[in-house]
């Protein structure tokens, strides 16, 4: 029974701990985006990698976090190997992001289920609390911007997202398409009714350039992103066009606005980047 007892206390004790590592974590860092979207697929995690890398490359201290607990795309996007290995401080039983393209601190889940072998610091995030962990055990360090690309739906990953950064900015990723905006909707309202500061939404996918006869072609349809802007008080901050190159460079872990910077999608990414700066920057 004492036994039972202790154990919880200690439970108890390294919860709190947690907590208090997490907000002393946060306040180093000046703005905490997370994208979010009702939908899966829609494009989040092209979105958090080219937000980051944009962010890094005109020379900000950017951190990005995968938040994908299971599915975690962000390594494969940003060409990380993901058998580098976050680096242990044993001494506090802290572990440091790796150092990603650009100088960026990188944290996924990816990096750590490559081997069952690994330290038991690895395998405790698969038991419990990963967001906590990453958020609160990791070390951030002095940042102007963490990026954090979020599983689609509301999860106990984007929950517990949503409480534990109270001054996070939450940016809605949606397609055209009536079911990703009325999921979007939703994820739009669980934020609001967190009172957490919803930015405003991201429309991806947005109409198609046929590369052959210029046609522009809203493949899936239009008008639902601006009615959500009307119907919840928030801004359109972007409309980023459908390119067959995106879907390739995402693949091959090349972020399409490095690649290919004139291209129509990364001019229209480029001036969604800096409406999201001036949003949070002139605060
Ligand atoms: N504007 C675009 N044009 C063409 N392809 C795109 C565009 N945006 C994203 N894609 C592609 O669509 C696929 C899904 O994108 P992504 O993985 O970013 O979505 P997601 O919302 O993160 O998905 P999940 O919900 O599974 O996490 C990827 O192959 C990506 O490269
Ligand atoms: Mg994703």
Known sequence: MQEEINSQEKKK???????????????????KIVVISGKGGVGKTTVAVNLAISLASVGLRVGILDVDITGPNVLKMLGVNPELKPRVDPGENKFYPVIGPLNMKVMSMA??????????IWRGPMKMGAVRQFLGDAIWGELDYLVCDLPPGTSDETLDILQLIPDENVVVVSTPQEVALMDARKTIKMSQIMKRNVLG????????????CGEFIEIFGS?????AVRDFGIILLGRIPFETEIGQQGDRGVPFTIKYPES??????KATINKIRELLEKK
């Open 223 to 227: 008008g639902g992103a601006e009615k």
């Open 201 to 212: 939404i991201i429309e991806n996918m947005s109409g198609f350039t046929c590369p052959k």
């Open 264 to 269: 129509e999608s990364s001019k229209a990414f």
């Open 13 to 31: 004790k390294e919860l709190e701990q947690r907590e208090e590592n997490i907000k002393k974590n946060m306040e180093k860092i000046k703005h």
């Open 111 to 120: 990096f750590l289920t490559q081997n069952s072998d690994d330290p038991v």
